[in-house]
C-alpha cells in the first residue's frame, strides 16, 4: 500500500482491461462533452475551445502590438521625420511595450498551457475550468478595452514601466495614466487565476503512474511559471493600486516631498518586472525541451538537469530585480550582490541551451517549420543572453543604460527566448486541434523572414545605443550617425511583419479546429497529447510509466480508444476526471466537472466594467458594476458544492473512487491556500513599503496608538482564528445542527475581524495621523484599506456560509464549503492582527 494515499500500486496490474467495452459509453460521453451550439460557444468552458480562444487572442494582441512597432519604426526611420507627433509616439510606446509584456507574451505562454496541460497529463480538464474561461473573458475584455483608449487620446504615455513622478498627478493630469494602472491591475488578476488552476492541474490531475520523474518537462516549465506568477505579480498589482490611490487621493507614497520615494515604485516593479522575463522564457523552454526530442527523434538529453535548471532559475530570478536600478545610487554592497545573481541566472540557462544542443547532436534532426524556429530561437537567445551578461556588470551598464543598446538585448532575448519557440509550438501542436496542419512551404517562408527580420531589425541597435542613441525618443538630429542604422533597423522591423502577415494568411487557410478529427501526431510526439480524443479529451485514462509514453508504451494509443483504462466512461454521468496524489500520482478521487454556464461571461464582464468605469470616474455605475460581477461570481459558487447520487464510483477494472472529499485532499483547498499565498505577498510587499519609506524618512514617522487599541486587535483576531479552527469540526459532529452551529460560528469570526478592524482605523485616527500627511500616513491606511477589503469578503462568505445553512445545503459530510471559509477567515484574522503589530512595534516609539 502507497504511504501517501493508501492506494494499492498492485491494481495497476488490472490494465488495460480485456474484452469489449458496453455499448452507449461513448455516446454518452459525446453527449455530455457535446461541441457548444450558436451563440454558446460564449459559455464554453472546457480547455479544448478556452485554450484555443486564449491562445487566438495572444496571438492578435502580438499582431496589434507589433503593428504599433511599425509606427514607431516609421517615426524613427529618418532624422526630424514628422510622422508621429511626440505625444502620439509615446502614446504607441507605452501601449508596444505594455501589449507585449502583459497582454501578449505572459498570456500567451499561459494561453498554451491551458490548451495543452490536459491533454499531456491525460486528464479530462484542468481542474477549475470555470475559473479558467473567466480569466480568458476578463482577460479579453480588459485587453480590448485597455487597447481601444488609445483611439480616443486616452492611452497612457508614460512608458510601460510608468515610473513616478512622470506618472503622478503633477506630469500626467489626465485619466490617461489611469488606464494602465488599473487596467494593468485588472489583467494581472486574471494571469493569477490561470495561474492557480494551473498549479492544481499538474499536481493533482496527473493521469496514475505520472510520478514528478514522470512529469512532461513542459508540466514542469508551467508548474514553475505559475509559482512565480504567484509570488510576483501581487508585487506589481500592488504597486499599481499604490500609484492608482496617491493620483486619485494624494495618498503619497512616492512623493519625496512628504516622505514617500519614488524609488519604492521601481523597487515593486522591478521585483515584478524582472522575474517576468523568466516567467516568460521559463515556459517557452519548456515547450522547446518537449518539441525537441521530436524533431531530434532521441530523448532529451539531460532531462533531470534540465528540470533543476528550470528550478533555479525561478529562484535565482528574484534576486536581480535591482540590476534595473545600478544608476540610481544603489548602496555599493547591493549592487554587487544583484550584479553576481544577474550573472549566476545565466548558468542554469545555459545548461537548457546545451542539452538542445546535445539532444540536436545525438539524434536525426528534421529540418522542418518547427524544428527551424526552434533552431533560430536558439541562436537568437544566446546571442540576447551574451548582451545579458555584458550589462550585468556594472561599469557597462553605467554606460550602456538607457540606451538602444539595451532594447536590442530585449529583443534578442524575449523574441529568441518566447516569440521564435511559441511559432514552433504553433505549428507543431496545431494539428492536436485543427483537421489540417499548417504549410510547410510557407512555414519556411514565414521563418525565413522572421528570423531575418530579428537580426536586421535589432543587430544594429547595439551599435546605435553604443553611438550614444537613447531610448525613448521620438526622434533625433541628423549628422550624428544614427541615420543609416535606424533605416536599416526599420527595414528589418518590415521584414519581420511581412513574416506574420504570411502565417496569419496560412492560419486563415488551414486552421481548422472544432470540426472532425484533428491532424494526427505528423510530428512523432512521444507524449499524451498526442493520444487519440475527443472534446472529452481522452478516452480513459491512461496509466503512465515512462517518461515518453507514446515511444515506449506500445499499443498504448489503441488501448486508451478502445476504452481499457481509467474511466472509460462517465462514471457518475457527468463530466469527469480523476484526481491524483501531488507526489505518487494514485488516484484519490473522482471530481464531477461543472458544466457551461454564462456566469463566469457574466462575472468577468461586469468585474471588466467595474475597473473601466472607475478608470472614467462614472463612481456609480462603477459601483453598481462590482454589485453585479459579486453577485454573478455568487450565483457561480452556489453551484459548485451541489450532492452527488452516489459516493463513490467504479472508475475502471472494479476500482471505486470516493466522488468526495475535503481538506488537503481536496482540489479546492490546495486552490484556496495558493490565494492565500498571493493575497500574503501583497501584505508582506507593503510591509516592505512601509519599512522602505521609514528608512528614507524616519524623522516624518509619528507616534503609533496606545498599546490598549493592540490588545484588542490581537484578542479580537485570536478570538476569530479558535472560531474558524471550531467550524469546520462542528459540522463533522454529525448531529442535527451542525451545520447551523459551523454557520454561525463562521459569521461571528467575520464579525470578529470586521470589530478587529474597525478598532485598528479609530486607534490611528485618534492619532491624527492623516493618510495624506506622510509616508507613514499612507501606508498605514493603506494596511488598513488592504485589510478592509478581505473583512468585506469575509463577510459576504459568512452570509454564504448562513445561505446555504439556511437553504438545506451543508451536510455533515460535505464539508468543503466550511473548511474553506474558515481558512480564508482565518488569514484575514491572522493579517489583521500581523500588520497591526508590524506599524505599532516597527520603529517603536
Known sequence: MSSETGFDPKLYERFPTQGERPAGELEELETLWCAPKGWQWISAINNNYIGVYYVGAAMLFFVLGGVLSLLMRTQLALPLNGFLEQ????????????????????????????????????????????????????????????????????????????????????????????????????????????????????LKTRAPGMTLDKLPVFAWGMLIFAGMIIIAFPSVILATLLLEVERALGWPFFDALKGGDPLLWQHLFWFFGHPEVYIIFLPAAAAVSAMIPAIARTPLVGHRMVVMAMLATGFISFGVWAHHMFTTGTPRLSVGFFSAASMAVSVPA??????WIATLAAGKPRF????????????????????????????????????????????????????????????????????????????????????????????????????GMPRRVYTYLPDRGWELPNMISTVGAFMFAAGVLIWIIDMCRNFRPFGGRDAGNIYDGPGLEWLPT???????????????????????????????????????????????????????????????????????LFTAGFFLLLTIQAYVASAVSGVLAVYCIMAWCWLLDRPVAVDSADIGAGIRA??????????????????????????????????????????????????????????LGALALAMCWAAPRAIRLQRPRSGAVAAVLLALAATAIGGQWAVDLTSWQATGLAAQASGQGATVYGFIAWQGQFVAVSALMGLYALGRWAFG????????TIDLIGLFIAF??????????????????
Not at 445545503?809 to 468543503?816: C, I, Q, T, V
Open 87 to 202: 505625444e502620439t509616439y509615446n502614446q504607441l510606446f507605452t501601449m508596444h511595450g505594455t501589449i507585449m509584456m502583459f497582454l501578449f507574451a505572459v498570456p500567451a505562454v499561459e494561453a498554451l498551457g491551458v490548451l495543452l496541460l490536459p491533454q499531456m497529463l491525460g486528464a479530462r480538464d484542468l481542474p477549475f475550468p470555470r475559473l479558467g474561461a473567466y480569466a480568458f473573458w476578463a482577460y479579453l475584455i480588459g485587453g480590448l478595452a485597455f487597447f481601444c483608449s488609445i483611439f480616443f487620446g486616452l492611452a497612457p504615455n508614460g512608458g510601460w514601466f510608468m515610473y513616478p513622478p512622470l506618472t503622478s498627478t503633477t506630469y500626467s493630469p489626465g485619466i490617461n495614466a489611469d488606464f494602465w494602472l488599473l487596467g494593468i491591475g485588472f489583467i494581472e488578476i486574471s494571469a493569477i487565476a490561470g495561474a492557480i488552476e494551473i498549479i492544481v492541474g499538474v
Open 350 to 355: 545555459g545548461v537548457q541551451v546545451f542539452s
Open 368 to 467: 522542418n517549420t518547427p524544428g527551424l524556429f526552434l533552431i533560430g530561437g536558439l541562436f537568437v537567445f544566446v546571442m540576447g543572453g551574451l548582451t545579458g551578461v555584458m550589462v550585468a556588470m556594472v561599469p557597462f551598464d553605467w554606460q550602456a543604460h538607457d540606451s538602444y543598446f539595451i532594447v536590442a538585448h530585449l529583443h534578442y532575448v524575449l523574441i529568441g527566448g518566447m516569440v521564435l519557440p511559441m511559432f514552433a509550438a504553433i505549428y507543431y501542436w496545431l494539428p492536436m486541434t485543427s483537421s489540417r496542419p499548417l504549410s510547410e512551404r510557407l512555414g519556411k517562408w514565414v521563418f525565413w523572414l522572421i528570423f531575418s527580420g530579428v537580426h536586421v531589425a535589432f543587430l544594429p541597435m547595439h551599435l546605435t545605443g553604443l553611438m
Open 534 to 604: 475527443g472534446l472529452y479529451s481522452v478516452r480513459s485514462v491512461p496509466i503512465v510509466t515512462s517518461l515518453y509514453p507514446l515511444w515506449d508504451q506500445p499499443g498504448l494509443a489503441k488501448d486508451v480508444e478502445q476504452g481499457r483504462y481509467f474511466l472509460p466512461n462517465a462514471a457518475i454521468h457527468e463530466r469527469e476526471t480523476i484526481v491524483t496524489s501531488p507526489l505518487n500520482a494514485e488516484p484519490q478521487y473522482l471530481l464531477r466537472m461543472p458544466r457551461p454556464s454564462g456566469w463566469h461571461v457574466w462575472a468577468a
Open 658 to 715: 470516493p466522488t468526495y472529499v475535503s481538506g488537503p485532499r481536496s482540489h479546492g483547498w490546495w486552490a484556496m491556500v495558493i490565494t492565500m499565498i498571493v493575497a500574503g505577498m501583497v501584505c508582506a510587499m507593503l510591509a516592505f513599503s512601509y519599512i522602505f519609506l521609514w528608512s528614507r524618512r524616519p524623522d516624518l514617522w509619528a507616534a503609533p496608538p496606545e498599546i490598549a487599541s493592540l490588545v484588542a486587535i490581537v484578542g
Open 809 to 816: 445545503h451543508l451536510k455533515d459530510h460535505r464539508p468543503s
Open 828 to 845: 484575514t484574522a491572522a493579517q489583521g492582527t500581523a500588520t497591526a503589530l508590524l506599524v505599532r512595534l516597527f520603529p517603536g516609539v
